[in-house]
Protein backbone atom coordinates (compact mmCIF):
# COMPACT_ATOMS: atom_id res chain seq x y z
CA UNK A 1 0.00 0.00 0.00
CA UNK A 2 1.58 3.31 -1.06
CA UNK A 3 0.47 5.18 2.26
CA UNK A 4 2.37 4.41 5.48
CA UNK A 5 1.24 5.09 8.49
CA UNK A 6 3.95 6.48 11.35
CA UNK A 7 2.01 6.97 14.55
CA UNK A 8 4.50 4.27 16.29
CA UNK A 9 7.00 6.59 15.32
CA UNK A 10 5.27 9.57 16.98
CA UNK A 11 4.07 7.75 20.15
CA UNK A 12 7.46 6.71 20.90
CA UNK A 13 8.98 10.23 19.98
CA UNK A 14 6.23 11.82 22.35
CA UNK A 15 6.73 9.09 25.00
CA UNK A 16 2.50 8.01 24.69
CA UNK A 17 1.25 4.63 25.18
CA UNK A 18 -1.64 4.02 21.99
CA UNK A 19 -3.69 3.08 25.61
CA UNK A 20 -3.34 6.95 26.73
CA UNK A 21 -3.24 8.43 23.09
CA UNK A 22 -7.02 6.46 22.33
CA UNK A 23 -8.71 7.49 25.65
CA UNK A 24 -7.33 11.23 25.28
CA UNK A 25 -8.95 11.16 21.49
CA UNK A 26 -11.89 9.04 22.46
CA UNK A 27 -11.43 5.97 20.19
CA UNK A 28 -11.25 2.72 20.93
CA UNK A 29 -7.65 1.15 21.21
CA UNK A 30 -8.97 -1.76 18.70
CA UNK A 31 -9.77 0.95 16.22
CA UNK A 32 -6.34 3.09 17.17
CA UNK A 33 -4.60 -0.57 16.47
CA UNK A 34 -6.19 -0.72 12.90
CA UNK A 35 -5.02 3.00 12.12
CA UNK A 36 -1.10 1.97 13.57
CA UNK A 37 -1.19 -1.09 11.40
CA UNK A 38 -2.32 0.07 8.52
CA UNK A 39 -5.20 -2.20 7.68
CA UNK A 40 -7.90 1.48 8.04
CA UNK A 41 -9.72 1.75 4.53
CA UNK A 42 -10.12 5.31 5.95
CA UNK A 43 -9.72 7.73 8.81
CA UNK A 44 -11.95 10.97 9.35
CA UNK A 45 -10.40 14.04 9.50
CA UNK A 46 -11.77 14.41 12.84
CA UNK A 47 -9.86 11.79 14.15
CA UNK A 48 -6.91 12.65 12.34
CA UNK A 49 -7.18 16.33 14.02
CA UNK A 50 -7.40 14.88 17.23
CA UNK A 51 -4.69 12.70 16.95
CA UNK A 52 -2.52 15.30 15.92
CA UNK A 53 -3.73 18.22 18.54
CA UNK A 54 -2.84 15.37 21.25
CA UNK A 55 0.63 14.06 19.43
CA UNK A 56 1.25 18.06 18.60
CA UNK A 57 2.51 17.19 15.27
CA UNK A 58 1.17 18.18 11.96
CA UNK A 59 -0.34 15.18 9.30
CA UNK A 60 2.46 14.48 7.19
CA UNK A 61 4.38 13.41 10.78
CA UNK A 62 1.50 10.92 10.69
CA UNK A 63 0.72 9.69 7.05
CA UNK A 64 3.53 9.16 4.40
CA UNK A 65 2.84 8.80 0.66
CA UNK A 66 5.14 5.81 -1.12
CA UNK A 67 4.47 4.72 -4.13
CA UNK A 68 5.09 1.64 -5.18
CA UNK A 69 7.74 0.62 -7.24
Not at 19 to 39: Q, V
Request: charged content about 25%; glycine content about 2%; hydrophobic content about 45%.
Amino acid sequence: MPIIVNLDVMLATRKMRSKDLAEKIGITTANLSILKSGKAKAIRFSTLEAICEALDCQPSDILEFSPEL
